[in-house]
């Protein structure tokens, strides 16, 4: 009831003022924008528990061959997984519950858990099969998240909040790896996979709430509808292949997990050379323990970083350049950081560049990924991302795989080759970056055509006791901004550009001034307050002020 009663007056509420250290968040929009957080946060959370029991489970099945394996494995299985999902979409497209499909995806993943548990006790060696799915569960589940995240808010909404809800995910990644270390020597195996299922129970509850508390400017349109269902089965492909703004998206993140990974190996024979050098030298004295350590200070390190830029400079990027820029940065520090390893193969400069790259890609890019989807149609953004998200992003590990192993085997590959070639690839990759903004730019004017940001009321012109302190607050509906689900931004200044005097205080969030003069001033004061649109388009208004000497009360003899 609160809520909507500050959505209804325009003010914001103590936590959604919090949220606006981040991102622009409209008052009403603080509960919804949380609860999602909060459901990226518990996702991540799940899936990093269960990383942890991963490899031991792999590793006691037959070695560590066969994780190369199990990545091939899961590309194929997709290719069955996926005509299913397309069918049970086409079954609940229709339904007037938005979240019923994501709910009944995580269930179905839940339900799994508790029969690996169950096969677990009965010492079945579930290590391919359990490697096989969690893959497939990491991609299926994050996938359904932000098509439902995409689905549930409407495209200005979405480009404002995602960067507060993808805060969540990086923060669900850091407790579920700190978490499994600490209950693993407790639980085990078993208690770590219904833990994950405990989360993830908890996640669906959460996310059979959100609809309710999504204001209406926040809300998508777009009404849900019985699809076309003749080609149901195969629909998820065809969706990307039929569609040229898909089909970007989906060579786009191939092509960006192709390089990546092949980066991961780049660093990976450094790491190795390194070692071998200090354990000359006589600098360490065990191989795998240094390994380790610095493995664990560089996924710390990447986590720290993902987790400042998406706090502090995704919401930044996406209002300086938009989602058409944005989706160019990581290319932008591959070529850069790919430059650089090829005239200095250092070590130190190796590590710091990839971890550079690896913050940027989960903070930066993937915010914009998940946002390059909510100006597509409903059936898109379900279909089409499921398939991007999950088939081609283990395709593009698939090729990385068969890549290496032809490099390494048949054309014996020196890792300057590699780099030449990741170097290469990171411009293709910008290319294609471009393609993909400028093809959203248009989906995002087919949805909704530009609107101008303009005055609706002029102030009128104030009158201030001069010595008193007293305040004025502009009214919201000076500014008018078409944009359904937009979020304006208001900035004071004197007339003439520069900043305020320190006597006049302005509160951007309740646009409230409070004035108060000293004793002596006397006379015209002018101001303007800016409006700026989440696009950067501004409007402004002048402010009028005279501040006044009220005569003292003279009170009768």
């Given amino acids: 009831m609160k809520q909507k009663e500050n959505s209804i007056n325009g003010k914001h509420n103590w936590y959604e003022r919090l949220l606006n250290i981040i991102g622009m968040v409209k008052p009403g929009e603080g509960e919804s924008c949380i609860l999602f957080t909060l459901n990226a946060c518990l996702l991540m959370t799940a899936y990093y528990l269960l990383k942890v029991i991963r490899e031991p489970l792999i590793l006691s099945y037959g070695g560590a061959e066969y994780k190369s394996y199990a990545t091939a494995f899961q590309a194929i299985?997709?290719?069955?997984?996926?005509?299913?999902?397309?069918?049970?979409?086409?079954?609940?497209?229709?339904?007037?519950?938005?979240?019923?499909?994501?709910?009944?995806?995580?269930?179905?993943?839940?339900?799994?858990?508790?029969?690996?548990?169950?096969?677990?006790?009965?010492?079945?060696?579930?290590?391919?099969?359990?490697?096989?799915?969690?893959?497939?569960?990491?991609?299926?589940?994050?996938?359904?998240?932000?098509?439902?995240?995409?689905?549930?808010?409407?495209?200005?909404?979405?480009?404002?909040?995602?960067?507060?809800?993808?805060?969540?995910?990086?923060?669900?990644?850091?407790?579920?790896?700190?978490?499994?270390?600490?209950?693993?020597?407790?639980?085990?195996i078993n208690g770590i996979m219904l833990l994950s299922a405990g989360v993830l129970f908890l996640s669906v509850l959460i996310t059979a709430k959100i609809e309710k508390t999504v204001p209406e400017f926040s809300m998508n349109e777009e009404s849900t509808h019985k699809e076309n269902t003749s080609n149901r089965w195969l629909d998820g492909f065809s969706t990307v292949f039929k569609n040229n703004y898909l089909l970007l998206i989906a060579c786009f993140v191939t092509l960006l997990i192709f390089i990546n990974s092949t980066g991961e190996y780049i660093l990976a024979r450094f790491v190795s050379e390194e070692s071998q050098i200090l354990l000359d030298?006589?600098?360490?004295?065990?191989?795998?323990?240094?390994?380790?350590?610095?493995?664990?200070?560089?996924?710390?390190?990447?986590?720290?970083?993902?987790?400042?830029?998406?706090a502090f400079l995704v919401s930044r990027i996406f209002k300086w350049v938009g989602i058409r820029g944005a989706v160019m940065v990581l290319p932008v520090i591959m070529i850069i950081g790919y430059s650089f390893m090829l005239y200095f193969p250092i070590f130190a400069f190796v590590r710091y560049a990839m971890t550079f790259e690896n913050s940027a890609n989960y903070s930066v890019q993937n915010t914009t990924r998940h946002a390059l989807f909510l100006p597509v149609p409903r059936k898109l953004k379900y279909l089409g991302k499921t398939t991007i998200e999950t088939f081609f992003y283990r395709f593009g590990d698939?090729?990385?795989?068969?890549?290496?192993?032809?490099?390494?085997?048949?054309?014996?590959?020196?890792?300057?080759?590699?780099?030449?070639?990741?170097?290469?690839?990171?411009?293709?990759?910008?290319?294609?970056?471009?393609?993909?903004?400028?093809?959203?730019?248009?989906?995002?004017?087919?949805?909704?055509?530009?609107?101008?940001?303009?005055?609706?009321a002029v102030i009128p012109h104030l009158h201030m006791p001069s010595?008193?302190?007293?305040?004025?607050?502009?009214?919201?509906?000076?500014?008018?901004?078409?944009?359904?689900?937009?979020?304006?931004?208001?900035?004071?200044?004197?007339?003439?550009?520069?900043?305020?005097?320190?006597?006049?205080?302005?509160d951007p969030m309740t646009?409230?001034?409070?004035?108060?003069?000293?004793?002596?001033?006397?006379?015209?004061?002018?101001?303007?307050?800016?409006?700026?649109?989440?696009?950067?388009?501004?409007?402004?208004?002048?402010?009028?002020?005279?501040?006044?000497?009220?005569?003292?009360?003279?009170?009768?003899?």
């Fill in 77 to 188: 299985t997709l290719l069955v997984v996926l005509p299913f999902f397309s069918s049970f979409y086409h079954k609940h497209a229709a339904s007037k519950v938005r979240s019923v499909i994501v709910n009944k995806v995580f269930l179905f993943f839940i339900s799994h858990l508790l029969i690996f548990s169950f096969l677990k006790f009965l010492n079945v060696n579930i290590g391919m099969a359990f490697y096989i799915w969690l893959g497939i569960f990491s991609v299926m589940v994050v996938a359904q998240f932000w098509a439902f995240a995409a689905d549930t808010y409407n495209v200005k909404s979405g480009q404002r909040l995602f960067v507060i809800i993808a805060i969540g995910a990086t923060l669900g990644a850091w407790i579920g790896s700190r978490l499994a270390g600490i209950v693993f020597p407790y639980l085990g």
């Fill in 281 to 310: 030298s006589g600098k360490i004295a065990n191989v795998v323990h240094w390994q380790s350590s610095f493995y664990s200070s560089y996924y710390s390190w990447i986590t720290m970083g993902s987790f400042l830029l998406q």
């Fill in 398 to 456: 698939l090729l990385y795989g068969v890549f290496v192993y032809l490099m390494t085997t048949h054309a014996n590959f020196m890792i300057h080759h590699y780099i030449m070639i990741n170097l290469f690839l990171s411009v293709v990759l910008f290319f294609v970056a471009w393609k993909v903004g400028h093809k959203n730019l248009k989906e995002m004017r087919k949805s909704k055509p530009d609107s101008v940001l303009s005055l609706k």
């Fill in 467 to 506: 010595g008193q302190m007293s305040k004025f607050s502009v009214s919201e509906c000076t500014f008018v901004d078409p944009s359904v689900g937009d979020a304006l931004h208001y900035h004071a200044e004197r007339e003439s550009g520069d900043p305020l005097p320190g006597w006049i205080e302005f």
């Fill in 511 to 557: 646009r409230t001034f409070t004035f108060d003069s000293p004793n002596d001033f006397i006379g015209r004061f002018n101001l303007r307050i800016i409006a700026t649109d989440f696009d950067g388009n501004k409007a402004s208004c002048g402010i009028k002020l005279t501040f006044y000497k009220e005569e003292p009360e003279v009170l009768p003899a």
